[in-house]
């Protein structure tokens, strides 16, 4: 089953790496993996789908929280979430099928953000079913190039504050030795 | 405030106690020198880098404090990685400390650079590239604070030498905040009550313990436990020393080459705890088949270990020292005579044996001579091998911090220069190094080491001219068919031994064995004491591939 966990870390060089060295090292598949900076310039967000038994992603949560620039792991994957994804599809569109790409772009609320004599580029955001069902509408039209983020997610309504739960416990480790 | 970035880093290390380094110096690493000069913190010149980290190990493993090395960059680095590793996955507190190129030339693969932070990053705890001078001091206070705490580790600081060389006007902070690091110490009482519930009614329970509660400190608890649970106690290979061998509700060691009547007790106990112990593959056998009957509790420090091997009916987050003082009081006496008594049934039926073969002078049975001579409380170091396991089946260790051996990552070469590191913790004990003749080919410049200090350390060293823990994998596994395993060219150990001033003695005859050890004990000299075995000999019992525990094959006569 897909998990969609949402990882708060330090916003220092080096945390990609050793987030994605750790998938790595333990064999674990990372479905898509986002990252960008927070309301806390000093926090950065990643949202991570991850593919997986209880057991493995219970053990990703685990070893993520062993890596000290990580400061929370939630697994949000059974919360009220907003997930979303965006896509830009570069798409082939002779002038006699522009009607029907536009079409569908409507459909899916989607935008087109460029224009040249024989192609469109669309700009789409939605969740995961969404994003696969815009591409499949316009995979017969002939896509050209295709980038898409991987999901964001935030948790809804005030619970999804991790952020402050994350910073507010200041509580040190008892010191030994 | 005005001093160098190397200097505040010594400040630090002054701040945090430390009075030996062990390193090896280089272009990069000699501001760190510079400094180190003028304190008077003692310096360690090993002759391998691998040597120092080791060194580092087998000091924080002996005092229970951390150890630190320090070397140059790129080769000097590289160097270290086995250590580094060997330290990471014994969980032993060790700061590292690096010379890199100057910050201007990090990524253009100047002389001796390499990316070191990247190399160590899945063998450390947590390490560091230092970019800006004014972050020094937090860093090397988090670096030891990182390395002791929680499930201890090595730590590594990479330190550029434009970086060391800068003026640091930071002061050292008091103390360490670092919001994505906060190891529970505190079990949770509601579990902990379940523990002592479900101990308390057990018919059968074992302690199982490991690293952990000698890392903890947590062994005057745990005989505690023991005696009032009367739960017998077994150990893994880290965790021997925890409990005292020579108490009657000691089990030993339990595993892949475990005590016979130990192994048995597992499978057949109703209740396992274990405490510190990471229950790897050397330990379980097939996971499946492992302990059958028992409902198991894991307490550890670690909230990744808890299921990650095996099922785990009752897990406890926290330090083993805590859990076992809050455990403690929610205990009372326990009569437990129908399991104790199947117990000594099992240690009859089953004892720990090693047959007639072999030839004249038998290690296990100099191991034997070795614990009793020493009552089972020097500090002995290993390499791996076939002596590893004897001397972790036949010493009879009573104290904690005695056992010093890459147990994790099993390094050949580790028993020396670890030994180095333990006897200058702890110089009024009695250091062996039990070894072999493979692994002290890969540690043995440290002879000179050992000489320039006058560490007067014992070695035992198994000449067997051959791998033999290879060569019994290939008996066993690969149609006898050995190869790659057989030494010809192997030196003079005696000789060698006197080439660096060092005491040499040849044991060749069973006779001569136990007036060897009383020299060595005696004299106060460095002493190399080699005995000439049988590559024949085996390391029983022997649980193979796929099997269970108590499916082990034992010597046939």
Same mark, same amino acid.
């Given at each position: 089953?897909?998990?969609?966990?949402?990882?708060?870390?330090?916003?220092?060089?080096?945390?990609?790496?050793?987030?994605?060295?750790?998938?790595?090292?333990?064999?674990?598949?990372?479905?898509?993996?986002?990252?960008?900076?927070?309301?806390?310039?000093?926090?950065?967000?990643?949202?991570?789908?991850?593919?997986?038994?209880?057991?493995?992603?219970?053990?990703?949560?685990?070893?993520?929280?062993?890596?000290?620039?990580?400061?929370?792991?939630?697994?949000?994957?059974?919360?009220?979430?907003?997930?979303?994804?965006?896509?830009?599809?570069?798409?082939?569109?002779?002038?006699?099928?522009?009607?029907?790409?536009?079409?569908?772009?409507?459909?899916?609320?989607?935008?087109?953000?460029?224009?040249?004599?024989?192609?469109?580029?669309?700009?789409?955001?939605?969740?995961?079913?969404?994003?696969?069902?815009?591409?499949?509408?316009?995979?017969?039209?002939?896509?050209?190039?295709?980038?898409?983020?991987?999901?964001?997610?935030?948790?809804?309504?005030?619970?999804?504050?991790?952020?402050?739960?994350?910073?507010?416990?200041?509580?040190?480790?008892?010191?030994?030795? | 405030?005005?001093?160098?970035?190397?200097?505040?880093?010594?400040?630090?290390?002054?701040?945090?106690?430390?009075?030996?380094?062990?390193?090896?110096?280089?272009?990069?690493?000699?501001?760190?020198?510079?400094?180190?000069?003028?304190?008077?913190?003692?310096?360690?010149?090993?002759?391998?880098?691998?040597?120092?980290?080791?060194?580092?190990? +087998?000091?924080?493993?002996?005092?229970?404090?951390?150890?630190?090395?320090?070397?140059?960059?790129?080769?000097?680095?590289?160097?270290?990685?086995?250590? #580094?590793?060997?330290?990471?996955?014994?969980?032993?507190?060790?700061?590292?400390?690096?010379?890199?190129?100057?910050?201007?030339?990090?990524?253009?693969?100047?002389?001796?650079?390499?990316?070191?932070?990247?190399?160590?990053?899945?063998?450390?705890?947590?390490?560091?590239?230092?970019?800006?001078?004014?972050?020094?001091?937090?860093?090397?206070?988090?670096?030891?604070?990182?390395?002791?705490?929680?499930?201890?580790?090595?730590?590594? #600081?990479?330190?550029?030498?434009?970086?060391?060389?800068?003026?640091?006007?930071?002061?050292?902070?008091?103390?360490?905040?670092?919001?994505?690091?906060?190891?529970?110490?505190?079990?949770?009482?509601?579990?902990?009550?379940?523990?002592?519930?479900?101990?308390?009614?057990?018919?059968?329970?074992?302690?199982?313990?490991?690293?952990?509660?000698?890392?903890?400190?947590?062994?005057?608890?745990?005989?505690?436990?023991?005696?009032?649970?009367?739960?017998?106690?077994?150990?893994?290979?880290?965790?021997? +020393?925890?409990?005292?061998?020579?108490?009657?509700?000691?089990?030993?060691?339990?595993?892949?080459?475990?005590?016979?009547?130990?192994?048995?007790?597992?499978?057949?106990?109703?209740?396992?705890?274990?405490?510190?112990?990471?229950?790897?593959?050397?330990?379980?056998?097939?996971?499946?088949?492992?302990?059958?009957?028992?409902?198991?509790?894991?307490?550890?420090?670690?909230?990744?270990?808890?299921?990650?091997?095996?099922?785990?009916?009752?897990?406890?987050?926290?330090?083993?020292?805590?859990?076992?003082?809050?455990?403690?009081?929610?205990?009372?006496?326990?009569?437990?005579?129908?399991?104790?008594?199947? #117990?000594?049934?099992?240690?009859?039926?089953?004892?720990?044996?090693?047959?007639?073969?072999?030839?004249?002078?038998?290690?296990?049975?100099?191991?034997?001579?070795?614990?009793?001579?020493?009552?089972?409380?020097?500090?002995?170091?290993?390499?791996?091998?076939?002596?590893?396991?004897?001397?972790?089946?036949?010493?009879?260790?009573?104290?904690?911090?005695?056992?010093?051996?890459?147990?994790?990552?099993?390094?050949?070469?580790?028993?020396?220069?670890?030994?180095?590191?333990?006897?200058?913790?702890?110089?009024?004990?009695?250091?062996?190094? #039990?070894?072999?003749?493979?692994?002290?080919?890969?540690?043995?410049?440290?002879?000179?080491?050992?000489?320039?200090?006058?560490?007067?350390?014992?070695?035992?060293?198994?000449?067997?001219?051959?791998?033999?823990?290879?060569?019994?994998?290939?008996?066993?596994?690969?149609?006898?068919?050995?190869?790659?395993?057989?030494?010809?060219?192997?030196?003079?150990?005696?000789?060698?031994?006197?080439?660096?001033?060092?005491?040499?003695?040849?044991?060749?005859?069973?006779?001569?064995?136990?007036?060897?050890?009383?020299?060595?004990?005696?004299?106060?000299?460095?002493?190399?004491?080699?005995?000439?075995?049988?590559?024949?000999?085996?390391?029983?019992?022997?649980?193979?591939?796929?099997?269970?525990?108590?499916?082990?094959?034992?010597?046939?006569?």
């Amino acid at each position: 089953m897909k998990h969609t966990l949402a990882v708060l870390v330090e916003n220092r060089p080096g945390v990609l790496t050793r987030v994605a060295g750790l998938f790595a090292r333990r064999g674990y598949n990372i479905e898509s993996l986002a990252v960008g900076p927070t309301e806390n310039p000093s926090i950065s967000r990643m949202t991570i789908v991850v593919e997986g038994d209880e057991r493995t992603i219970e053990q990703v949560c685990k070893q993520l929280n062993k890596l000290i620039d990580v400061i929370k792991v939630s697994d949000i994957t059974e919360d009220p979430h907003v997930g979303r994804e965006l896509v830009l599809i570069k798409v082939n569109a002779e002038p006699q099928v522009r009607g029907e790409i536009m079409q569908i772009v409507e459909i899916f609320r989607a935008r087109i953000v460029d224009v040249s004599r024989d192609t469109l580029i669309i700009e789409a955001t939605g969740d995961e079913d969404k994003i696969n069902a815009i591409e499949s509408a316009l995979r017969p039209f002939g896509i050209r190039e295709m980038a898409r983020t991987g999901k964001i997610a935030l948790v809804r309504g005030a619970r999804g504050k991790v952020l402050e739960a994350g910073l507010n416990s200041q509580e040190t480790a008892t010191q030994t030795g | 405030m005005a001093r160098t970035g190397a200097q505040a880093v010594i400040e630090v290390l002054l701040q945090e106690g430390v009075e030996i380094v062990f390193g090896y110096p280089g272009g990069a690493v000699l501001p760190l020198y510079h400094a180190l000069a003028d304190s008077p913190i003692k310096h360690i010149l090993v002759r391998h880098e691998q040597s120092a980290v080791h060194a580092a190990s +087998g000091y924080a493993r002996a005092s229970g404090k951390v150890g630190v090395c320090f070397a140059t960059s790129g080769p000097g680095a590289t160097n270290l990685v086995t250590g #580094i590793a060997t330290a990471y996955m014994d969980s032993i507190p060790v700061v590292v400390i690096t010379g890199q190129v100057p910050t201007s030339m990090v990524g253009t693969d100047a002389f001796q650079e390499v990316d070191v932070t990247g190399i160590t990053m899945p063998i450390t705890k947590h390490n560091y590239l230092v970019k800006d001078v004014a972050e020094l001091p937090r860093i090397v206070k988090e670096a030891f604070y990182i390395a002791r705490t929680g499930r201890p580790g090595p730590v590594l #600081i990479d330190l550029p030498r434009d970086v060391a060389l800068s003026l640091c006007e930071e002061p050292i902070p008091s103390k360490v905040e670092i919001r994505g690091y906060k190891p529970t110490y505190k079990g949770h009482p509601g579990q902990i009550r379940a523990l002592a519930d479900l101990l308390l009614k057990s018919e059968r329970p074992i302690i199982f313990v490991g690293g952990g509660v000698i890392a903890s400190g947590a062994e005057d608890l745990l005989l505690k436990v023991a005696e009032t649970l009367q739960a017998p106690v077994a150990t893994t290979l880290p965790g021997l +020393g925890a409990f005292p061998e020579d108490h009657p509700l000691s089990l030993g060691m339990v595993g892949l080459h475990g005590k016979p009547y130990a192994n048995h007790a597992v499978m057949e106990c109703d209740v396992l705890f274990g405490i510190g112990v990471r229950f790897d593959d050397r330990v379980t056998g097939a996971l499946e088949k492992f302990a059958p009957q028992a409902k198991i509790a894991h307490v550890d420090i670690d909230p990744a270990e808890i299921g990650k091997n095996v099922r785990v009916d009752l897990p406890l987050v926290g330090d083993a020292r805590t859990v076992l003082a809050d455990l403690l009081p929610l205990l009372k006496p326990v009569k437990r005579e129908a399991w104790l008594k199947r #117990i000594k049934q099992l240690q009859e039926e089953f004892p720990l044996t090693y047959g007639r073969g072999g030839g004249d002078v038998r290690p296990q049975w100099v191991i034997q001579r070795l614990g009793e001579m020493t009552r089972g409380r020097a500090i002995i170091t290993t390499d791996v091998g076939q002596h590893q396991m004897w001397a972790a089946l036949y010493y009879g260790f009573t104290r904690p911090r005695t056992f010093i051996s890459s147990c994790g990552l099993g390094t050949m070469g580790y028993g020396f220069p670890a030994a180095i590191g333990a006897k200058l913790a702890r110089p009024e004990e009695m250091v062996w190094v #039990i070894t072999g003749d493979g692994s002290f080919q890969m540690g043995m410049a440290e002879l000179g080491t050992a000489m320039e200090h006058e560490l007067p350390i014992k070695i035992l060293l198994f000449n067997n001219q051959s791998l033999a823990m290879v060569r019994q994998l290939q008996h066993f596994y690969y149609e006898a068919k050995y190869t790659a395993v057989h030494f010809h060219g192997n030196p003079d150990f005696v000789r060698l031994a006197e080439a660096y001033g060092a005491v040499g003695l040849r044991v060749t005859r069973q006779e001569e064995v136990i007036p060897a050890l009383k020299e060595a004990m005696d004299n106060g000299r460095l002493t190399l004491i080699e005995c000439l075995i049988s590559e024949e000999e085996m390391v029983y019992p022997m649980v193979p591939v796929g099997a269970a525990l108590n499916e082990m094959i034992l010597p046939q006569d």
